[in-house]
Nanobody
């Protein structure tokens, strides 16, 4: 059974930083591209960043480019999202997702497995 467990969310002031982690089990992590999404009530889930299975390719949404950094540690079956210069509009539930492909997926349907999400709240 595949499990993706996010951690690291919480409350932070605007301008602050957080690092999200997503620990994966039950899948071949080293051959799975990973993504970080977020969702606010009433809006579609948004892809923020993705990383290929090897870590050699990454992608970022314009809204987070230059502020967020995705990385992975295949030895630990973990993907990270380092978030800095946080803004109140970054407030959302953040999800990690896994894809049974080596290459990055750019849309929600491209991902096969999802975590339960972690809340990030940025106060002004």
């Amino acid at each position: 059974q595949v499990q993706l467990v996010e951690s690291g969310g919480g409350l932070v002031q605007a301008g602050g930083s957080l690092r999200l982690s997503c620990a994966a089990s039950g899948l071949t992590f080293g051959t799975s591209a990973m993504g970080w999404f977020r969702q606010v009530p009433g809006k579609e889930r948004e892809l923020l960043s993705a990383i290929s299975a090897s870590g050699g390719s990454t992608s970022y949404a314009d809204s987070v480019k230059g502020r967020f950094t995705i990385s992975r540690d295949n030895a630990k079956n973990t993907v990270y999202l380092q978030m800095s210069s946080l803004k109140p509009e970054d407030t959302a539930v953040y999800y990690c997702a896994a894809r049974r492909r080596l290459n990055i997926g750019y849309y929600s349907p491209a991902y096969d497995y999802w975590g339960q999400g972690t809340q990030v709240t940025v106060s002004s």
